[in-house]
């Protein structure tokens, strides 16, 4: 794969050292993510990659600063989209977001509609979701109290304001 870059930012596949770099360096609302999935940070950003799934870094001077990925759901054809990262993506903002467009593009390149979820009150994940592209559903789903909002993105633009 070629390595693409912007600014200090450099996209590559991800391996195991990037997980066990950044499982300990995630931002409080990745972690708080990870929690309400009663799941545990290794093992989250180990799973993609021991399955083979697509899972790209972001590598921000010689350092991971964020994992993104999709997943199949369990027991369905859906494919979820995921992104964890460390405070190094407030450092980085307009170079992060260059670099987010690109691999949403390279994780969707396969898959017609990708998707999860994000809790309410993330509002900057939130934003940053809009501007890739993403729809942000009206419809909540609780998780430990926590309400959580759908959002998805189809590859055929047009049919992105379709209800799925």
Known sequence: MQVNKFGPI????SVKEHA??????LRDID??????QDADPLEVLYCPLIENHKTYTAICKGEPM?????????????VLVWA???DLISQYKKSFYKASLVIVDM???D???IWNIVPYDHLETIYWL?????????QKLILKNTPMLYFSRCKNKKSVATVH
């Not at 066990?20 to 360096?25: A, C, G, I, T």
């Not at 809009?130 to 009206?138: C, E, H, Q, S």
Request: aromatic share 10%; glycine share 8%; with cysteine.
């Open 31 to 36: 972690q708080k993510e990870i929690w309400l």
């Open 107 to 109: 994780l969707q390149a």
């Open 20 to 25: 066990d770099f950044l499982s300990y360096r």
């Open 130 to 138: 809009k501007r890739l592209g993403f729809m942000i559903g009206n």
């Open 10 to 13: 450099e996209i590559v596949p």
């Open 111 to 113: 898959h017609e509609k």
């Open 84 to 86: 964890l990262g460390s």
């Open 66 to 78: 964020c994992m993104f990925g999709t997943v199949k759901a369990q027991d369905s054809e859906d």
